[in-house]
C-alpha cells in the first residue's frame, strides 16, 4: 500500500510557463507580492459559501483546459514545467556528439530517439508486436493462457495481479502479492452501475474493443467484443469494491501456495508461477508463502477462469495486449486508443505531442537515469535544506499535538508518540540510484526496448526476494509533483519536483510554505495515523497498538468524516464516495491542522505580521486553497470520483477547511454560510 498525495498525472493539464531561474539569494515569490495570487480571488463569494470558488473564483473564469489535458492549475502547471525541463535535458542529450556521451545519457537518447522516430513507427505497422499477435491467437490449453497472464513482455491483462512488495507483517521481508485484476475499464461500478453516463462509457467501450481487433485485422470483432465485455462484466460482478480493497484487514491473508491452490483449483497456479519464474522456497527456506489480498473473489474468479473458451481469452489477451503496446504502434492504434482512454475517459481531444510522451517513457523505464540530470539541474542543494528543515518542524508540532489529545488514553498515545518518532523523511531524491546496467535499449526497437525495461524491472525485484529490504529505496522519481507515505517503511517521501511554488517557495512569507508545502507534509504524515496507516506501528509492521476504547473513539470520528463527504455532489448526481476516500480525507484534516500548529510554533510567541491587511492565519488558508487551484473536465471528474482515492479539489479545499475553528474566525464564517458547520460537528482528529 503506498499513500500518495494526488490524483494520478491521466488527469495532466497544460499551460505555459518560461523555466524559471535557479537559487537566487533573495529569490521574490512566484506567486503575487508575498506568495498567493490574489487576483485570483472572487470576491462576490462568501468564503462560508465555497472556499475553494473564494479563492479561486476569478482565476477560474478565465482558466482554459488546454486540449491535450484533462485539468489545469497549479499541479498542472508543475507537470508541464517537469515535462519542459525533463525534455530541455534530453534536447541537451542530443546535441553531444555520440561518443562523448556517457552510457547510461546514451540510452537515455536511444529510447527517446526510438518512441519519437514515427516514420519507423508507421513503416514497421505490426512487424515489431507480430510475434506476439501470432502466439496469443495461437493459445491452446488454460495453461497457455495462464502463462500469457502472467508474461511480463507480454504486459496483457490478467484475472490476478502479481507484484513484489514488503511483507505488512515482516517488513524486513519481501512478499509476493497477489490481488484481483482484469478490467479494462478503471472500477467495478463502471460495468454494474445503472447509470446514464456509465452506460454510455460501456458503449464505447465495446466500440473501442472491436475497433482495436478490427485495426489489428481480425473479423467478426463486434461478436468478440459482445464477449469480452460479457466476460469483464463477469469478473466485475465477483470482484471487490474500492472500500474493501483499501481495509488492511481485509486483504491482508498470508499462505502458502498449496492453500492458494485450494482457495482457487480451477486456476492453473503452477503454470503462472513458472513464467514468472517465481521460487517456491522463500527465505527461511520454508515453502513460499503468498499473500492475497480479496480472498472471497479468487474461487469464484478462477471459476469464470475455468468457464470461459480459451478462445474467448485469446481475444481477451490480445486487445489487452494492443492497449498496452498502442502507444508504440503505428497512429492508427495509438489514435484509436486514445480516443477511447483519453477523450471518453477524461475528455482530453488531443493526445499530447510526440517528445512530450517521450520523456515521460523515459522517466517510467529510466527514472533514476533522467532524475539523476534533473536533480544535478534543477534541485538546488539549498531547497532540499529548507524542505528538511519544515519536514522536522511539521513532525515536532505532531509530536506536540499527540501529546495534548483528549480523546486518546496514555497508553496508546505513547505507541503514537514512539511511531512519530520513527518516522523516516525522504526528500528530493535517492542517496544511491539506480543501476539500469543490465537493461538494454536498441534504438530500432521500440516494442522490444520496453519490453526489455519491464522485464529488467522485474528480474530486479525478483533478484532480491529471499533478501534483505532495501529500505534507502524510492517509489516515485525526483521529476514527479507528488508525494507519499510508505506505512512497511514508516517513511514519507517528497521528489524534489513538488518542492515549488505553489507549494513551496524560498521568496514567500511563512504562512504560505506552512499552507503550501506544510499543508502537503502534514498530509503525508497523516497517512502514518490515517485509518489504515495507524494499523502500523512505528517500525512499519501491521499490527495493533491500540486500545480497543481509543480505537472506536477514532473511529466514531472517521464515520463523521465519510458522511461529511458522501454529501459532496462534484457533478449533478455524482457523488463522492466517503468510504473510498476516507483515507486522503483524513490525511487532508489532519495535516492542515498540524501545518497551522507547526506555523504557530514558527511565530514563537511573536504576533504574526498583518500583510496588505490579512492576518497570518488568513495567509495560511488561501496559500491553502490556492496548491488547488484546479479547473477539470467533467469526464476527469467522473473518472477520479469513481476510481481513484482522493477527492477532487473543491472538496479537498472546502472538505478540510470547514471542520477547522480557526478558520472560521479568519474568515467570520457565520452560521447561515453554506458549508458552515456547528461546532460540534467538526472533525477534529489529530
Ligand atoms: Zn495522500
Same mark, same amino acid.
Given at each position: 500500500m503506498r499513500l500518495v498525495f494526488a490524483a494520478p498525472a491521466w488527469a495532466a493539464i497544460a499551460c505555459c510557463l518560461a523555466l524559471p531561474a535557479l537559487a537566487q539569494d533573495i529569490p521574490s515569490p512566484k506567486f503575487g507580492r508575498w506568495g498567493v495570487d490574489l487576483s485570483s480571488i472572487d470576491h462576490s463569494v462568501k468564503p462560508g459559501d465555497n472556499f475553494f470558488l473564494y479563492v479561486n473564483g476569478n482565476w477560474l473564469k478565465h482558466a482554459v483546459i488546454p486540449p491535450d489535458r484533462a485539468s489545469t492549475g497549479g499541479f498542472q502547471d508543475l507537470q508541464i514545467l517537469s515535462e519542459r525541463r525533463m525534455r530541455a535535458i534530453v534536447d541537451g542529450l542530443e546535441k553531444e556528439p555520440e561518443a562523448t556521451l556517457p552510457p547510461d545519457q546514451r540510452k537515455l537518447r536511444d529510447l527517446y530517439d526510438a518512441f519519437t522516430d514515427t516514420r519507423a513507427i508507421e513503416a514497421?505497422?505490426?512487424?515489431?508486436?507480430?510475434?506476439?499477435?501470432?502466439?496469443?491467437?495461437?493459445?491452446?490449453?488454460?495453461?497457455?493462457?495462464?502463462?500469457?497472464?502472467?508474461?511480463?513482455?507480454?504486459?496483457?491483462?490478467?484475472?490476478?495481479?502479481?507484484?513484489?512488495?514488503? @511483507?505488512?507483517?515482516?517488513?524486513?521481508?519481501?512478499?509476493?502479492?497477489?490481488?484481483?485484476?482484469?478490467?479494462?475499464?478503471?472500477?467495478?461500478?463502471?460495468?454494474?452501475?445503472?447509470?446514464?453516463?456509465?452506460?454510455?462509457?460501456?458503449?464505447?467501450y465495446r466500440q473501442y474493443l472491436s475497433d482495436m481487433m478490427k485495426l489489428a485485422g481480425m473479423t467478426d470483432t463486434d461478436a468478440r467484443a459482445d464477449r469480452i465485455l460479457a466476460l469483464e462484466t463477469r469478473i466485475a460482478q465477483v470482484e471487490w469494491n474500492r472500500a474493501d480493497r483499501r481495509d488492511e484487514d481485509k486483504i491482508y491473508n498470508p499462505m502458502t501456495v498449496a492453500q492458494l491452490k485450494t482457495l482457487a483449483p480451477q486456476f492453473p497456479w503452477d503454470a503462472f508461477f513458472a513464467e514468472d519464474r517465481v521460487p517456491m522456497t522463500g527465505r527461511d527456506g520454508h515453502p513460499r508463502m503468498v499473500i492475497v489480498a480479496e480472498k472471497s473473489a479468487f474461487g469464484p474468479l478462477a471459476k469464470i477462469f475455468a468457464d470461459t473458451p480459451v478462445s474467448t481469452w485469446r481475444d481477451y489477451l490480445i486487445v489487452h495486449y494492443l492497449h498496452s503496446f498502442a502507444p508504440y504502434l503505428p497512429k492508427a492504434f495509438d489514435d484509436r486508443d486514445f480516443a477511447f482512454y483519453g477523450t471518453v475517459l477524461t475528455g482530453r481531444t488531443q493526445q499530447l505531442d510526440r517528445a512530450t510522451r517521450g520523456v515521460h517513457l523515459l522517466d517510467a523505464l529510466l527514472g533514476e537515469d533522467l532524475g539523476k540530470l534533473y536533480v544535478a539541474r534543477y534541485f538546488p542543494p539549498e531547497a532540499k535544506a529548507k524542505a528538511e528543515q519544515l519536514v522536522q518542524n511539521l513532525l515536532k508540532a505532531y509530536e506536540a499535538d499527540i501529546k495534548t489529545l483528549s480523546w486518546m488514553?496514555?497508553?496508546?498515545?505513547?505507541?503514537?508518540?514512539?511511531?512519530?518518532?520513527?518516522?523516516?523523511?525522504?526528500?528530493?531524491?535517492?542517496?544511491?540510484?539506480?543501476?539500469?546496467?543490465?537493461?538494454?535499449?536498441?534504438?530500432?526497437?521500440?516494442?522490444?526496448?520496453?519490453?526489455?525495461?519491464?522485464?529488467?524491472?522485474?528480474?530486479?525485484?525478483?533478484?532480491?526476494?529471499?533478501?534483505?529490504? @532495501?529500505?534507502?529505496?524510492? @517509489?516515485?522519481?525526483?521529476p514527479t509533483i507528488n508525494a507519499y507515505y510508505n506505512p512497511p517503511f514508516n517513511e514519507i517521501v517528497f521528489p524534489a519536483a513538488i518542492l515549488q511554488p505553489p507549494f513551496f517557495d524560498p521568496g514567500a512569507d511563512d504562512a504560505v510554505n506552512y499552507g503550501g508545502i506544510g499543508a502537503v507534509i502534514g498530509h503525508e504524515i497523516s497517512h502514518g495515523f490515517d485509518d489504515q496507516g495507524s494499523k502500523y506501528n512505528g517500525k512499519g509492521v501491521f499490527e495493533n497498538w491500540w486500545t480497543k476504547q481509543d480505537r472506536a473513539n477514532f473511529n466514531a470520528k472517521t464515520a463523521a468524516l465519510v458522511k461529511q463527504y458522501d454529501a459532496y455532489e462534484p457533478l449533478p448526481g455524482l457523488h463522492i464516495i466517503g468510504a473510498n476516500t476516507l483515507g486522503e480525507n483524513i490525511a487532508d484534516n489532519a495535516g492542515l491542522a498540524i501545518a497551522l500548529k507547526a506555523y504557530h510554533i514558527a511565530l514563537a510567541g511573536r504576533p504574526a505580521p498583518v500583510i496588505d491587511g490579512l492576518t497570518g492565519d488568513q495567509r495560511f488558508y488561501l496559500a491553502f486553497g490556492q496548491i488547488w487551484r484546479t479547473k477539470m473536465r467533467d469526464s476527469a471528474i467522473r473518472t477520479q470520483t469513481l476510481s481513484n482515492e482522493h477527492s477532487v479539489a473543491e472538496f479537498r479545499v472546502i472538505g478540510t477547511t470547514r471542520n477547522q475553528d480557526e478558520w472560521y474566525k479568519a474568515f467570520d464564517v457565520k452560521p447561515g454560510d453554506k458549508y458552515y458547520l456547528p461546532p460540534d460537528q467538526r472533525v477534529h482528529l489529530w
Open positions: 514497421a505497422g505490426l512487424k515489431p508486436v507480430r510475434q506476439d499477435l501470432n502466439h496469443l491467437a495461437s493459445l491452446q490449453t488454460k495453461e497457455d493462457v495462464a502463462r500469457a497472464m502472467a508474461s511480463i513482455p507480454l504486459s496483457t491483462e490478467s484475472l490476478y495481479d502479481i507484484s513484489i512488495s514488503v @511483507d505488512d507483517k515482516h517488513p524486513d521481508n519481501y512478499a509476493i502479492d497477489l490481488s484481483q485484476s482484469g478490467l479494462g475499464l478503471p472500477d467495478r461500478d463502471y460495468y454494474l452501475k445503472d447509470d446514464k453516463a456509465l452506460a454510455a462509457i460501456r458503449t464505447a488514553s496514555p497508553a496508546t498515545r505513547e505507541k503514537a508518540l514512539e511511531k512519530i518518532r520513527e518516522f523516516t523523511p525522504k526528500i528530493g531524491y535517492p542517496t544511491h540510484w539506480r543501476d539500469y546496467s543490465a537493461y538494454s535499449v536498441v534504438r530500432g526497437d521500440l516494442v522490444g526496448d520496453v519490453q526489455r525495461g519491464n522485464l529488467f524491472e522485474w528480474n530486479r525485484e525478483l533478484a532480491r526476494i529471499n533478501q534483505p529490504v @532495501d529500505k534507502s529505496e524510492w @517509489d516515485m522519481t525526483p
